[in-house]
C-alpha cells in the first residue's frame, strides 16, 4: 500500500464565514492531500495538545459510496479519536482510491482546547481542478 503525506498546506487552507457552523474552503494537489488538509482544518477547531511523547499507531479502513461521503467519515472517525479517547494523530500516512480510505496514524494521548460535534454534508462537493482537489467543508460546533 502506497501512502502520501502531506508536506506543504500553506494557502490551501481558508476561512469561509458561516453563522452556526465553522468551515472551510480545502485544496490539494492530489486527493490525499486534500483529505490532510481536511484535517489540518478540523485541528484548527480542536487544537489538540499531545501529554506525552508515548504513541500508538492505528489503522483506519473506511469505504464510502462517494468521496465526498468518504471525507465526513474520515473526519468523523478523527473527531470521535479526538473527543472520546482523547487522542490526536501526529504523522498520518493515507490513500485515497475508489472511494476508499487506508490510513496508519501515529496517535498519542491529547488534551483538546476546542469542540467539534461533527463534520457535515452542507454544500460539500469536492471538485477537480488545474491544480488537484478543492472542497468546501462545514463542521458542527
Known sequence: MKFRR???SGKQIKPVEHTADAGFTIKGGN???LFLNALKALY???RPRPKNKKYVLKKISLEAPSTEELL???LNEIIFLAEQRRMAAGDIGISVKDKK????LRLSEAVDGGEVKAA???NLDIKKCRRGYSTKIFFDL
Request: glycine share 0%; net charge negative.
Open 31 to 33: 486527493i490525499e492531500e
Open 6 to 8: 502531506n508536506q506543504r
Open 101 to 104: 480510505l487506508e490510513a496508519v
Open 120 to 122: 457535515t454534508y452542507h
Open 44 to 46: 484548527l477547531l480542536i
Open 72 to 74: 465526513v467519515l474520515w
